[in-house]
């Protein structure tokens, strides 16, 4: 088979890429090696119940204009899907149970509560300072951005733009714990401020960029703002970017896995799928695996030893727990929120394993998911669960489903927080490990990305001293979930791309200044 460009994988990331070059004018084909596409976005169902796998959390999509480089991809390719919106979620933090919002002034009484005037006044002050910030860091769309040397054309409608927020655009470098400690010395805006960086990055705020901390003051904390679900979960969002792959003349494989791409005269020429079959790629090889799954993938001596070495080095994020459940919903308070955070100990730093877990109960805003009376439930450890504990366990064993038992309480417990009786509900019961995200996603040790702080280094990027192989997904462009791997299929596409249909796609969106 001969394509024009082939992708490796079908996360949001390779999907994005792959639609937007089809939109463009290229011959794609995505190979997915499972039977279901969305990579770590993906949905299933199991007895009536419709589960998300991964994403729990969306903003900037339900609306225009927006800075969601998700949303941006999908009005290049004509698409949408119904959102469900709201502003409440839960907490339940050592300090108490309680129900925030997002936008800057209900968090404040909260505040006011905990810590008094002064911890108000040190909020009040450190929106302040993050105020011109946020507006430099939304100031290019990654839309606008290339991974060549013709950049420059794509970023120069933007230049005055970013000349004036020039003062504010060089302290987004660096981590965003420098720009805390000047403005923040109340415990527990600290420690929120922590949990935050650590659900936007898989770090603390020492790890976390002060540009994505930015971005999200920007999007959370301003009037009117409000969170997003998509009707029909991940996985109609997945659907979306799907048919815009396909009614631009794109292709999606599944059950196609990659078995190694092909290099020839030293450039990437196609893939070789465990079938046997050779996909042909006449104009590059897109790789959205990780880092470390796209090494395996290349025959050896086709990189240069210090690149592979560098590569191979970079440290991964720990992995996860999850429980999936449907639950009877007969008799549940009617006012549940769609999400609830849970933090059982600030001392031990918000990215120690079981410390933190994020619970989302979907079907409240959307009762589709679930039977009539039913809810679905998706709890999860975000990035902590450490690989090492399941290292080298038999799927099936007893001491595989001891382990499961044992690392799932917290999660259960968590719960329980919020529905005291949760376990007498449960109608379905799925546990999640890192030999899960190994197994389904195809992860090196179950990973979710990069584990990179902010100073320590850059994040790999989308080339390869390989001509014609590329890589998009969440190991190319900084931040966790959606909006980082969206943007990194846009930048991806466009290294692809002719700078005067950028341009074009640029203009057509509203984009440009």
């Known amino acids: ?21 089809a939109r463009y004018g290229s011959r794609v084909t995505v ?13 299933f169902e199991r007895l009536g119940y419709r589960f998300d796998s991964g994403p729990s959390l969306y903003s900037g999509l339900s609306h225009r204009p927006s800075t969601n480089p998700l949303r941006h991809v999908l009005d290049a390719l004509g698409e949408d899907l119904d959102w469900a919106t709201y502003d409440r979620w839960g907490v339940s933090l050592p300090e108490g149970d309680f129900l925030t919002t997002v936008g800057a002034d209900q968090f404040t009484e909260v505040l ?48 005055w733009k970013l000349i004036r927020q020039g003062p504010a655009l060089a302290r987004l470098n660096g981590p965003f714990s420098a720009i805390m400690d000047r403005n923040v010395s109340d415990p527990f805006i600290r420690n ?12 603390p705020a020492s790890g976390t960029s002060a540009a994505e901390m930015a971005f999200m003051f920007a999007e959370w904390y301003k009037p009117g703002v409000c969170l997003d679900y998509p009707i029909g979960g991940s ?16 292709d999606l494989r599944l059950r196609a896995h990659v078995d190694q791409i092909l290099v020839e005269g030293g450039r990437a020429v196609g893939v070789r799928l465990n079938t046997g079959e050779i996909v042909t790629a006449s104009r590059a090889v897109i790789s959205n ?30 992995s996860f727990m999850h429980l999936h459940l449907g639950i009877d919903g007969a008799g549940l308070p ?51 669960e450490p690989y090492d504990l399941w290292q080298g366990l038999a799927r099936g064993s007893p001491e595989y489903a001891d382990l499961k038992q044992q690392r799932s309480q917290v999660m259960w417990q968590a719960l329980e927080r919020v529905i005291p009786d949760i376990r007498q509900r449960c109608e379905v019961t799925l546990v999640g490990t890192p030999l899960t995200h190994e197994r389904f996603l195809r992860r090196h040790h179950g990973t979710y990305g990069p584990g990179i702080s902010a100073g ?28 980082a791997v969206a943007a990194s299929g846009l930048i991806c596409a466009h290294g692809l791309v002719p700078v005067t249909q950028q341009l074009a796609m640029l203009r057509e969106l509203d984009l440009m200044p």
């Open 112 to 159: 006011q509560n905990l810590g008094g005037l002064e911890a108000v006044r040190q909020w009040r002050s450190l929106q302040a300072t993050m105020e011109p910030l946020g507006r430099a860091a939304i100031s290019l769309p990654p839309a606008a951005v290339r991974p060549d040397w013709k950049a420059w054309r794509s970023i120069a409608p933007f230049i």
């Open 456 to 483: 320590d280094g850059f994040f790999p990027g989308h080339k390869t001293p390989i001509p014609g192989l590329l890589c998009c997904g969440d190991s190319t462009f900084p931040g966790i979930g959606l909006p």
């Open 334 to 384: 009617p006012d549940l929120a769609c999400h609830y955070i849970r933090v059982n100990d600030w001392q031990q730093g918000v990215d120690a394993p079981q410390n933190v877990v994020l619970i989302s109960i979907p079907s409240v805003l959307d009762p589709s998911l679930a039977p009539v009376g039913k809810h679905v439930i998706h709890v999860y450890t975000p990035g902590s």
């Open 1 to 21: 088979m001969d394509t024009d460009v082939v992708i490796v994988g079908s996360g949001i990331g390779g999907l994005c890429c792959g639609a937007m070059l």
């Open 192 to 203: 929120w401020l922590d949990l935050l960086c650590f659900l936007l990055s898989g770090l």
């Open 31 to 43: 190979c997915e090696s499972h039977s279901i596409p969305g990579g770590a976005a993906h949905g």
């Open 235 to 250: 996985a109609a969002l997945v659907a979306a970017l799907e048919r815009g792959l396909k009614s631009h003349g794109g």
């Open 289 to 318: 695996a990780s880092i470390w799954d796209t090494l395996n993938l290349l025959p050896s001596g086709s990189l240069p030893p210090g690149f592979l070495h560098q590569r191979a080095q970079i440290p991964p994020c720990p």
